[in-house]
């Protein structure tokens, strides 16, 4: 199971920036996608988590009404639409994913490398 981030970069605040991650591999299913970040001088916090299962995605209180998770389930790919962003949404995103691997008995967990966002003030 191989994770793809992409689409970071340099942003000025008030503007939107989408994420993207892909989802490759053989596998039986995958339960549920999440974005992570890590911010300067904080600990990573979730941002927003996607089950497959069709429930309402989680967001975290302070991108709440400002980020949407979404996907595209033929493509495997999961989104993140950051709209109204802010200097302290810097950070470095990270995608996460539950995996069902043929033969396992419960989800993996899989990681993929970090995408840069940088928002200006």
């Known amino acids: 199971v191989q994770l793809q981030a992409s689409g970071g970069g340099l942003v000025q605040a008030g503007g939107s920036m989408r994420l993207s991650c892909d989802v490759s591999?053989?596998?039986?299913?995958?339960?549920?996608v999440a974005w992570y970040r890590r911010s300067p001088g904080r600990q990573r916090e979730l941002v927003a988590r996607?089950?497959?299962?069709?429930?309402?995605?989680n967001y975290a209180d302070s991108v709440e009404g400002r980020f949407t998770i979404s996907r595209n389930a033929p493509m495997r790919t999961v989104y993140l639409q950051m709209n109204s962003l802010n200097p302290e949404d810097t950070g470095v995103y990270y995608c996460?994913?539950?995996?069902?691997?043929?033969?396992?008995?419960?989800?993996?967990?899989?990681w993929g490398q970090g995408t840069q966002v940088t928002v200006s003030s």
């Open positions: 591999g053989t596998f039986r299913s995958i339960h549920a």
């Open positions: 996460n994913a539950e995996v069902l691997r043929h033969g396992d008995y419960s989800p993996g967990v899989y």
């Open positions: 996607l089950l497959f299962s069709g429930h309402s995605p």
